[in-house]
C-alpha cells in the first residue's frame, strides 16, 4: 500500500466524518454549545457544495491521491455520488434525503436554541 492509498484511505474517511458532522453536528452542539458555530460552517458549507456547486477540497485531494496511487479516478459527480447515492439509497431519494438531512439540522438547532434559553447563564459546557 502507498502513501497516496493511505491518503485517499484518510481522506475518504475525514469525508464520512464531516458528513456525519454536517447532520448531527447540531445535537453535538446541545451538549457543547460553543460548538454551534463550528457546525453552522459545516451545513453552510454543505448547502453551498449542493446549491452553488462550490469545490470541496476533500474531493479534489481524494481525486489528486488516486491518481498518484494509480487508483481509477472519482467520478465527475463526486464523493456523495460515488460512496452514497446508489449505495446507501437509490438515486431518486436524492430532494427526500436532502430535505431529511435540513430537517435534522433544523431541529437540532431547535433544540440549542431551547436548551440555551432554559440553562442558566453560568452552567458547564458554554
Request: with cysteine; hydrophobic share 55%; glycine share 10%.
Amino acid at each position: 500500500m502507498t502513501v497516496y492509498s493511505v491518503l485517499v484511505a484518510l481522506t475518504v474517511a475525514v469525508h464520512f466524518g464531516f458528513i456525519a458532522y454536517l447532520v448531527l453536528g447540531g445535537f453535538v452542539a446541545c451538549r457543547w454549545p460553543r460548538t454551534i458555530a463550528l457546525h453552522v460552517t459545516a451545513v453552510l458549507w454543505g448547502l453551498g457544495s449542493v446549491a452553488l456547486d462550490l469545490p470541496c477540497p476533500l474531493t479534489g485531494l481524494e481525486r489528486w491521491a488516486r491518481a498518484r496511487a494509480g487508483m481509477p479516478p472519482l467520478p465527475s459527480a463526486g464523493f456523495i455520488a460515488h460512496y452514497i447515492t446508489g449505495v446507501l439509497y437509490p438515486a431518486s431519494w436524492v430532494p427526500g434525503v436532502q430535505a431529511a438531512v435540513f430537517a435534522v439540522v433544523l431541529a437540532s438547532w431547535v433544540l440549542v436554541i431551547r436548551r440555551r434559553r432554559s440553562s442558566p447563564a453560568g452552567s458547564p459546557g458554554r
